[in-house]
């Protein structure tokens, strides 16, 4: 991959990565593409509403349906009918949020798959030979996704282990030119224990560099202050991905703080429960004053759901359960986090990010 | 509404209606939209795969959101967003199917909710009104679903009610320019008793004749003997709709006897379930012997999920309970029936029904 650091205003970047699959723009978001699909979405629509990359997850492949499976379909790009950019994580998390009695050793976790109780143990090894079977884009060092709160010398222990599998994970990288490896920070919230880390991943050198081990409850203040002190910490040359993160504040705060990529399950987990994100704040789809209001979800927005349906019917279809309310739900919560990161980084090209980030702080305070 | 008859080979028809909201070329199947969307579609989707008209259901939308919601809303079509045609059915056979405590009187139904248990009297004057409320271009006369099997002085009484009943829905339309009424020939299994209800209609005079209470759980053949009587007792000059049937054989011995429309949940809520209708016969995507299946669901469907999924793939999502599972699954279904019916009208404009139908079954013996 080449990334290319196309403007700067204050710490927040605008650049662009060159993947095998196409280009992507920065700051992005990254729909989550968990099993194969993002939920409720075709491909088509992800490409309407602007996404440039998608998500997908070693451990959910991995158990289901097999990633040699999807090999011998044509890889995980054809399996899904998706042609942009896709980057995988690498099992990491979901093998210490999703699994049954894992244990941790130095060549790997041993653990139980979630859905049948089948035993496996995935090494820094195994999990970039999954991500380079898939087919992606942009695959990620094995680690362990520490816990919060956690001790300091438990957090000491399990970084230098992750350090000592993400050298493994760079090892283990057949096709560079095909895919590229980030290297993920971690360090829970002990900023001695970010640098060291960060210092580590540099050593070993990676095409990108993410921030692990966040928004897993700390305060969103606690949260922001690992941003300031450990973005900068990353080489200006390669992109910074934020993982899991997060809320429409968090991804400004993030990119104020030097970050460029971002992803998480909440525009779409949130859109299923018909909570929906909107220039003037948070608005429940469900809630009976929207039972006759003829408006769309955000009247400053231009999307396809925003121009032709009301809140009355899509307060109708979430009652109903029915199908098409996650469908639509999802296509704009999406749309507003793609088309937030795509104002940011018009704000950010036209040196105006400082007066973007108080404008919408303001309207969001402001209310409808 | 006008229609025109435009050719016909056999009894086989190919007709066109011309509604309010634009034209509808039979034989037609139409997709059922039960509560203001067809589940797992987006209005574009169904344009896309040829839809011309969707069904709506007054029991339904009558409940919620409630009829005059939707016309302060600007009606049903601009509710959901669809522009093509809409015909909505009376109510008459969801009032017998899902609600409880009904009692039938000469006025009309008294019936509980499924939803709230609130109290409700269903008559001609209310159904006809509620149709009209949400702008429907064909709106149905209310009628009572008489339950098969069942005794024929019992049928006899009630398909007399229904007369009746089809006087006063007449008598109830308002706006007659702007939504054609059809009335809807009971009878049972009872052929004399077809004949008086046909008769009786045609003396009241209707846009279309339907002919309803079939697909209730007796034979085909005994069904298909109801087509072969019943439909010649009609008008040639007015549209014939089939309610509620059925599967592809079904349609193609519809269209045999002179059937112009059809309406049934089949393709989308088998669809649902994972079962898919093609050329070859029909296919449940959960089996195992799909796992690796590189092949789209039919060889011979040009549709956007066969041109661009594999069996495995579709597979794999149901199994994972995915959104996307449904909605695949639902356009395809869809498709092959809308499809279908306009091989069939290209037939009947050739003068080759009857070849098509022997290459219909042909195919489905020979399997894939």
Request: with cysteine.
């Amino acid at each position: 991959m080449k990334f290319s650091l196309l403007h700067q205003d204050g710490r927040a970047r605008r650049g662009r990565m060159e993947l095998t699959h196409g280009v992507v723009e920065t700051p992005v978001f990254m729909p989550v593409g968990t099993q194969g699909t993002v939920k409720g979405m075709l491909p088509e629509m992800l490409m309407e509403l602007g996404a440039q990359i998608v998500l997908g997850n070693t451990y959910h492949l991995f158990l289901r349906p097999g990633h040699e499976l999807v090999r011998s379909l044509g890889g995980l790009h054809r399996f899904m009918n998706w042609e942009r950019p896709i980057l995988t994580d690498s099992g990491g998390y979901q093998v210490f949020s999703l699994s049954r009695l894992r244990s941790i050793r130095e060549d790997g976790v041993d653990f139980q798959s979630h859905l049948d109780g089948s035993r496996h143990l995935l090494t820094p090894e195994l999990s970039i030979a999954v991500q380079e079977t898939l087919g992606s884009d942009i695959a990620m060092a094995f680690d362990e996704c520490i816990p919060y709160p956690a001790e300091r010398s438990y957090v000491e222990m399990a970084t230098e282990r992750s350090s000592r599998w993400a050298a493994r994970s760079k090892a283990a990288l057949s096709q560079k030119d095909r895919t590229a490896l980030f290297g993920i920070v971690q360090g829970g919230m002990f900023e001695e224990l970010r640098a060291r880390s960060a210092a580590q991943l540099q050593e070993i050198g990676f095409d990108g560099y993410a921030l692990g081990g966040l928004a897993l409850g700390e305060e969103s203040a606690r949260m922001y202050d690992i941003f300031a002190y450990a973005l900068p910490l990353l080489p200006d040359a390669a992109p910074r991905y934020i993982m899991g993160v997060g809320t429409p504040e968090d991804l400004v705060e993030g990119v104020a703080c030097g970050g460029d990529m971002f992803d998480c399950v909440m525009p779409t987990r949130n859109a299923r429960n018909g909570l929906l994100f909107t220039t003037f704040g948070k608005l429940s789809i469900k809630q009976s004053r929207f039972r006759d209001d003829s408006r769309p979800i955000d009247e400053a927005c231009g999307c396809y759901v925003c121009r032709h349906y009301s809140r009355a019917y899509l307060r109708h279809l979430y009652l109903c359960g029915e199908i098409l309310s996650s469908v639509l739900n999802t296509y704009h919560n999406l749309f507003y986090y793609v088309h937030l990161m795509r104002q940011i980084g018009q704000a950010i090209e036209q040196d105006r990010f400082e007066a973007f980030r108080a404008e919408f702080y303001r309207l969001r305070t402001a209310g409808e």
